[in-house]
Structure formats: structure tokens, C-alpha cells
């Protein structure tokens, strides 16, 4: 126990002190640059000063940090304690874990808004030791990214993210937030883990150094991106060290297109092409298809192709086929996850209660069909790649013989 307790203690120093001059030796560099005129160690002082009232929070001194990942630590290897590693392809947690110079399992979920990805992300953030980085690109909100010149930064921000470094990344949130763009509570509210110790303080908010150290606790790391297509994680997937496992999640098109007209996802109205015109979603399903081919064949065992509406028709099976590719165990957690968020209905457009067996087709009952004429006559390519068949005529999309879904076997359309 002692001996454990100072490797622990010895790894903690050691990860703080590298962290230590790296932000020593990066900002430095840094402090004659006008252009980046705000050091980190005056972040936490511009919140204070600028937005006292927008927190509301009392500041009952400082964050003890040291204590909080020590208890994280405790807590995730408590949790872990009956996980069997083998699986996840280590021989026990300390192999997966950053800060003892391991590497985690990573996940990527590519997909687009309204495609059940909120539903997928919270599924792989059912297990216990998760560390969710949801949607770091939300800042811009209904555009996607195809290529450059964001793209750069985009692919560097993943891998950054992805290897627990937070600098640039809460750099550009604090501008944001204090050009009152952004919420604090905007994006990591949904890392419930990190968000319950940054939410009521302010101190450890924007302290990239809290939480570069906090991630490295976990051995399972998840993100989730709709604003990335599937053509750029090239690039991710070329960094061997990372390891990363990609999930691109497809829904069809009409199904979409009726979602994103729905109330709370305003953002994604006419003002957007590419959230609500057909020929934009469907241009990206037909290039996220030729780029899925590519990259399975280069790598076999690190991306999969995942339809929403099976998914949706078949949660646990699916759940099953998508951790065995992740090299996750499908724990008691996850189970139970899927077991209460599969049956209820609950209200909100960004409920996952609502994955059951009447969402995949719900566009039947509310779209006209001269609108769905419209969208398939710009995706019939995409629906017959991605095994989604058309309706003939109004009568034909009402009745009981059209079923939208034709059978798609994943890994041999892939490979044929
Ligand atoms: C100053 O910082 C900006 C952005 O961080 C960078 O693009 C630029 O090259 C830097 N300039 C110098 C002189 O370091
Ligand atoms: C863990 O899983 C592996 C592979 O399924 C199995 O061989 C091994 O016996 C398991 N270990 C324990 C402790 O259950
Ligand atoms: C672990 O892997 C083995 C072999 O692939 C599999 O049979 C077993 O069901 C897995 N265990 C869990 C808990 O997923
Ligand atoms: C509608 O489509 C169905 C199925 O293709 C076809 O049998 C039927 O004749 C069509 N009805 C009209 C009015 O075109």
C-alpha cells in the first residue's frame, strides 16, 4: 500500500513538474507576443474580474487540486476494480493511464447534427473511467469542416485534446467566453466527471494545468464531433501513438432533414447551407462513404460504420458489436444506461431518451411528400450507398410496405 502510494505520488510530482516547465518554457515564448497579449496565470483573474456576477458563485478559496485528483484517482480505480482489462487490450489499468505513461483507449464518433450522436456519445460515457471530450468545435456552430484552412487546426486540436492537452484549446474558449460567445457551462457540462469539480469554480475553470492533469486519470477517453468529416481523421489515425478507434454514425437523410427542423436546433435553420440544405448533408454522406472505404482498407480494425436507426431498432446488440470493436467491456453501467434511456420518452431536442423503436421512421408521419421527393432526389446516391430506400409516391411512403431501411452489412459494402 505504501510502496503503491509513492509510485502514485512519484508519478503525480513527476507528471506536474514536466507540466511545470512546459507551460514555463510555452509561455514564455509567449510574453512579448502582442497578438497574445493575456498569460494563463492572469486567466482565472480576468474571470474574476470580468464576469463576477454571471458566476453568482461564492469562492470559498482555493481548490484544493491535488486533493481532487488524488480522489479521482481512488475513485476510477475503485470503480475499475472488477474490470477486466484483457479486453481493452492492457494487463491493468495503470497501462492505460497517461500519467503513469500509458496510453488510454481512445474513441472517435464522427457523425453530423441530428444524426444520434448525443445518444452514441452518451452511451461510450456510460463507463465508468470515461473522460468525455464532447464536441470541441462547437463554437462554430452550423458549419462544417471539410478541409482547409480550418482543418489544420482542427486535426491538431483533436490530437491535443486527445493527449490531454488543454492550453490552445481553453486559450480560445476564455476569448470566446469573455467576447460573451460562449457559456461556461456551454460544452463541459456534458463531461459530467470534469464538470462537477469546474462548475461552481472559477479558480479551476480556465487552469489548463487542472485539466491536463485530471484527464491523464483516465483510462478511457471519448470524443464526439459533427462538425469534422470523416475525410480529415486521416490524419488522426496516422498518429500511431494515439491509437484512436473511429466511429462514423449515419442516419438517413430525410430522417435528418426532419430533425433539424424541429425546435432547439435553431442554430441550424435556413441562416445555415450546410445544416439545412439535402444537397450539402447528402454531398458529405456520399464523401464520408468513399472515405470510410479508404480508411478501413488502410486500417482494418480502427474505423467503423454504425447506422442510427440500428442502433436505434437494436440497442443492446448494437452496443454489443460497437464496444467488442472499441475493445471495451459492456459493463453493468453501460447496460443500465441503455436499459433506462431506451424505453422512456422524455421532452427536449436533445433528450437521448428518445432512441426506441418509433424515432428512426417518425419523418413518415410529419414530412410532406413533396419535401421528401425533394431531399431524395439530391441523396439518392448517398440512400442507395448507405442502404436507405426511397419512397415511391405519397401513398407508397404511408404504407405499411415501405420500410425505409434496406439491410447493410457493414464491413463487406465496406469491402467490396
Ligand atoms: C504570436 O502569436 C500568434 C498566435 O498565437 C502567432 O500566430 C504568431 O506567429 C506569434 N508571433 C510571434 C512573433 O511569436
Ligand atoms: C479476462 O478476460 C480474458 C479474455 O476473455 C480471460 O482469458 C481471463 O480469464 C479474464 N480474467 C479474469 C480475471 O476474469
Ligand atoms: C472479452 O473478450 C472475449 C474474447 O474476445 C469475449 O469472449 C468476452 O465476452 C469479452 N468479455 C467482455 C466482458 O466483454
Ligand atoms: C405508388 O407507388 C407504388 C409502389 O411503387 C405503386 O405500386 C403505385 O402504383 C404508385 N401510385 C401512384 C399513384 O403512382
Not at 468529416?229 to 498518429?239: E, P, Y
Not at 459492456?330 to 431506451?342: A, C, G, I, K, N
Request: proline content about 5%; hydrophobic content about 40%.
Amino acid at each position: 500500500m505504501v510502496l503503491r502510494f509513492n509510485f502514485y505520488w512519484i508519478c503525480f510530482a513527476f507528471s506536474i513538474s514536466v507540466l511545470f516547465i512546459l507551460a514555463v518554457t510555452r509561455y514564455t515564448d509567449n510574453t512579448n507576443n502582442q497578438s497574445n497579449p493575456e498569460r494563463p496565470n492572469k486567466l482565472k483573474n480576468m474571470v474574476a474580474m470580468e464576469d463576477e456576477e454571471q458566476w453568482n458563485i461564492p469562492n470559498d478559496g482555493l481548490p484544493n487540486i491535488d486533493e481532487i485528483l488524488e480522489e479521482t484517482r481512488a475513485n476510477i480505480a475503485l470503480e475499475l476494480s472488477n474490470y477486466n482489462f484483457t479486453n481493452s487490450t492492457a494487463e491493468n489499468l495503470q497501462q492505460l493511464l497517461i500519467e503513469s505513461g500509458g496510453q488510454p483507449l481512445r474513441s472517435l464518433v464522427i457523425s453530423t447534427w441530428r444524426s444520434g450522436s448525443t445518444f452514441l456519445g452518451d452511451i461510450l460515457n456510460a463507463m465508468n473511467g470515461n473522460f468525455y471530450h464532447f464536441e470541441p468545435f462547437m463554437n462554430i456552430k452550423a458549419y462544417q469542416i471539410r478541409g482547409p484552412p480550418e482543418a489544420e487546426l482542427a486535426i491538431s486540436t483533436v490530437k491535443a485534446l486527445f493527449k490531454c492537452d488543454f492550453d490552445t484549446f481553453l486559450h480560445g474558449y476564455l476569448e470566446r467566453y469573455l467576447r460573451k460567445q460562449v457559456t461556461p457551462w456551454y460544452q463541459f457540462k456534458h463531461n459530467d466527471r470534469l464538470w462537477r469539480h469546474v462548475k461552481y469554480d472559477r479558480d479551476l475553470f480556465f487552469d489548463p494545468s487542472f485539466f491536463s492533469s485530471f484527464c491523464k486519470l483516465f483510462p478511457f477517453q471519448s470524443m464526439k464531433l459533427v462538425r469534422l468529416r470523416l475525410r480529415l481523421v486521416q490524419d488522426v489515425l496516422d498518429d500511431h501513438d494515439l491509437n484512436v478507434k473511429v466511429v462514423l454514425l449515419v442516419r438517413d437523410p430525410r430522417a435528418v432533414i426532419q430533425s433539424r427542423q424541429g425546435t432547439g436546433v435553431e442554430f441550424c435553420k435556413n441562416t445555415s447551407p450546410d445544416c439545412s440544405q439535402p444537397e450539402l448533408l447528402c454531398a458529405d454522406m456520399i464523401s464520408d462513404y468513399i472515405a470510410a472505404k479508404k480508411l478501413q482498407q488502410q486500417y482494418p480494425n480502427r474505423l467503423m460504420v454504425l447506422r442510427m436507426e440500428d442502433l436505434s431498432l437494436e440497442p443492446k446488440r448494437t452496443t454489443l458489436r460497437l464496444f467488442k470493436f472499441l475493445g471495451l467491456a459492456l459493463t453493468p453501467e453501460v447496460e443500465q444506461f441503455l436499459e433506462t434511456h431506451t424505453t422512456l420518452q422524455a421532452g427536449g431536442a436533445y433528450a437521448t431518451f428518445r432512441v426506441s423503436r418509433d424515432v428512426p421512421f417518425k419523418w413518415k408521419n410529419i414530412l410532406h411528400y413533396d419535401y421528401v421527393e425533394e431531399i431524395q432526389t439530391a441523396c439518392k446516391q448517398a440512400m442507395d450507398l448507405w442502404g436507405y430506400r426511397l419512397a415511391d409516391n405519397a401513398t407508397h411512403m404511408a404504407s405499411k410496405e415501405f420500410y425505409p431501411l434496406d439491410t447493410f452489412n457493414h464491413s463487406t459494402i465496406l469491402r467490396s
